[in-house]
């Protein structure tokens, strides 16, 4: 599942995970962090805050995979996430949602 894209837990899971952390996340640094972003990165972070996995962004977003998976490194070094998850947790610290 995760080779392809696709998230371990359960969509319901995945939120009461991040719900905790999110409850002790510190929002002007986490401001802070989001705001090193380019719109794109912006965009794709509240994808990816949204639960979609990067062969949906493609989708949504029309463009390459490897263009998609550029500006996911990008997110996480900007606001120095180890990984996708804490990306995520700091999309929603901030109130990152998706339409």
Known sequence: MVANGEGLLSPQVTSRVIGRFVANA??????????????????????????????E???????????????????LAKTGSRDRVQAVVLGHAVGLAAA
Not at 37 to 44: I, M, N, P
């Open 26 to 55: 510190p929002n002007k640094e986490s401001r802070d962090r989001i705001s090193q972003l380019t719109t794109r990165e912006l965009e794709v972070l509240i994808l990816m805050t949204a639960g979609l996995n990067n062969s």
């Open 57 to 75: 962004i493609v989708e949504r977003l029309i463009l390459g995979q490897a263009t998609i998976k550029t500006h996911v490194s990008n997110v």
